[in-house]
C-alpha cells in the first residue's frame, strides 16, 4: 500500500482508493455494457470515444470480461506517488481475479459449516461420517477448479481533478492479462500468493510483504556464500 500523501494534497488516500475502486466497478460495468450515457460526467469524452471504439472490435465474451467487481480486487495503489501534480493526477492500479468475492464467500460458508457440523458431533463414528460428508459437499464446490480458471487482471486508470475542491474524471482506462504481461513464474508466484492470503484469511499485503522479505533474505545469503567462496578460492595456500 501507499504511505499517506502530505496533508496539503488533500487526499485521503484510504477514502480516495475506496471510492476508485467503486468507480472501476461501475465504469467497466457501463463499458461492457455499452451504457455509453452511464459514463457522461464521471470519464473523460475523448476516453469514452477510445473505450467504444475498443469495444468494437470485440465479442460478446471479451466484453463480459471488461466488468471488474470492486469485491473482485485483492491489492490496489497509486503508482505515480512522487509524481501526481500535487494530488490532482492519480494513476491507479488495480490486481483482481473473476470470482474471488464469490470464492471467499463459498470459503466462509465451508468454514462455518464445518464449525456448525463439528460441534454437533457426539462420537467418533459420527465424527468419521460427518467429515467424510463434508469432503464430498466441498469437493463439489471444487474451488480450486474456479480459482485455477481464472487469470489475474491488472487494470490501470487514471484520475484527474483540477483542483481538490473538483470532481474527479477518469481519463485514461485499460486492462491486460496477467498471461500477456507476466512470465509464467511470475504469474505462479502472485497466484500462489492469492490462493495462501485466500484460503488463510489472511491479508494480501502481509503475505507480499512476507514473500519479499524472505526474497531479499535468500538473497543476501546467496551473496554471503558467493563472497566465501570467492574469498576460499582466491585465499593462498600454504
Not at 82 to 103: A, Q, R, W, Y
Not at 111 to 127: F, H, L, N, P, W
Amino acid at each position: 500500500p501507499n504511505r499517506p500523501f502530505p496533508p496539503e494534497f488533500q487526499v485521503e488516500l484510504d477514502q480516495f482508493l475506496s471510492g476508485a475502486v467503486s468507480a472501476v466497478g461501475l465504469v467497466t460495468s457501463c463499458v461492457s455494457a455499452g451504457d455509453w450515457a452511464g459514463l457522461e460526467g464521471l470519464v473523460d469524452r475523448d476516453c469514452i470515444i477510445s473505450l467504444q471504439a475498443s469495444m468494437d472490435t470485440m465479442d460478446n465474451v471479451q466484453k463480459e470480461l471488461v466488468v471488474v467487481n470492486p469485491g473482485d480486487i485483492f491489492a490496489s495503489f497509486v503508482s505515480n506517488p512522487e509524481n501526481c501534480d500535487s494530488g490532482n493526477n492519480l494513476h491507479l492500479v488495480t490486481f483482481s481475479l473473476p470470482s474471488l468475492e464469490k470464492i471467499r464467500d463459498l470459503l466462509v460458508r465451508e468454514k462455518q459449516k464445518v464449525k456448525d457440523s463439528m460441534a454437533a458431533v457426539k462420537d467418533k463414528e459420527q465424527t468419521k461420517d460427518t467429515v467424510a460428508g463434508l469432503i464430498g459437499e466441498f469437493s463439489s464446490n471444487d474451488l480450486r477448479a474456479l480459482f485455477q480458471a481464472n487469470e489475474i487482471i491488472i487494470g490501470n486508470y487514471r484520475f484527474i481533478r483540477d483542483s481538490p475542491d473538483s470532481q474527479w474524471t477518469i481519463t485514461e482506462v485499460s486492462q491486460i492479462n496477467s498471461l500477456q504481461a507476466w512470465s509464467t513464474i511470475c504469474k505462479l508466484r502472485w497466484k500462489g500468493r492469492l490462493s495462501i492470503a485466500t484460503r488463510g484469511g489472511y491479508n494480501f499485503y502481509s503475505i507480499l510483504r512476507y514473500d519479499y522479505m524472505t526474497d531479499c533474505i535468500s538473497l543476501f545469503m546467496a551473496i554471503y556464500l558467493l563472497q566465501m567462496m570467492a574469498g576460499l578460492l582466491t585465499a593462498p595456500h600454504s
